[in-house]
């Protein structure tokens, strides 16, 4: 009995080990870490700072959003430690600013419309039809008769490019379109207007807005990690050059169980480090 107790003793205190091991790695650790970009990542981000500055005070880490374009501009510049895009950066991104890529998330992007609206699905067609201003009215598509009012994101942003090249087939966009400039605003603006389009990140989508289908597809992060879902993308943190430091601490703990159970948490797909 005594040895059976034992073991117990030790296999919970194995287990206590190994789940403080990946904050462990900051015990001793001073300094700071600046993170800015895709407002995609902010759930993520904001959680693991969380956890690492209750885990060690003399650790201060800021997250700021602004969209991926940002992301690239000031971790190239050296404004940041690390900036997040929601796409893959470009050639010239990485010969200009010498950017080191660490996709840790997958994310799918939604359509979404106001909950009051009946509509339930809508093709690639349709959609790229209402973007370009050649449907304008719901009826159209088998909604109310009301004007419809197209909703979409700022220059730069990797969710507007992600929607452009897989939803709307690079498309063109109506001069009408009002512009956002986050997920969380997009999301706000299409749950106060009852005649609006819009598009989010999956791990966005709540009750304040509905997700109607997509050519047949229904948007959530399962069907977008095993491939029943097409508009999708990768999550990037990015640094210029190799991350040393707290920030390559920082990246690993993303990585960690514990990253990925943060990850999941924030509605996304973990993704093994490359």
Not at 35 to 59: C, F, L, Q, Y
Not at 98 to 125: M, R
Request: proline share 4%.
């Amino acid at each position: 009995m005594k040895k059976l107790i034992f073991a117990l003793a030790l296999c919970l205190f194995a287990a206590s080990v190994a789940a403080a091991a990946p904050l462990d790695t900051f015990k001793g650790q001073k300094g700071k870490i600046d993170i800015a970009g895709g407002t995609a990542h902010i759930p993520v981000m904001k959680e693991a700072a969380k956890r690492i500055m209750a885990a060690n005070h003399d650790i201060r880490i800021t997250v700021a959003g602004g969209g991926s374009g940002v992301g690239v501009k000031q971790a190239g510049e050296g404004l940041v430690e690390i900036g997040n895009t929601g796409r893959p950066l470009k050639k010239d991104e990485i010969s200009k600013y010498g950017l080191v890529s660490f996709p840790f998330a997958i994310d799918g992007v939604a359509v979404v419309v106001n909950p009051s609206n009946k509509i339930g699905e809508l093709s690639f067609a349709q959609l790229a039809d209402i973007y370009a201003g050649k449907i304008t009215n719901w009826k159209q598509v088998g909604g109310d008769d009301a004007e419809i009012n197209v909703y979409g994101r700022e220059d730069g942003s990797g969710t507007r490019e992600v929607f452009t090249d897989k939803a709307i087939k690079k498309g063109e966009v109506t001069a009408k379109t009002n512009v956002v400039n986050s997920n969380g605003a997009m999301k706000t603006a299409v749950a106060k207007d009852p005649r609006a389009i819009g598009y989010v990140g999956i791990g966005h989508i709540d009750k304040s807005v509905k997700a109607p289908k997509l050519e047949g597809m229904t948007a959530t992060q399962e069907n977008a990690a095993n491939g029943k879902y097409s508009v999708v993308r990768d999550l990037y943190m990015n640094t210029k050059g190799k991350p040393t430091g707290l920030t390559a601490l920082f990246i690993d703990y993303i990585f960690t169980p514990e990253g990925a159970e943060i990850i999941k948490d924030s509605g996304y797909i973990p993704l093994k480090k490359k």
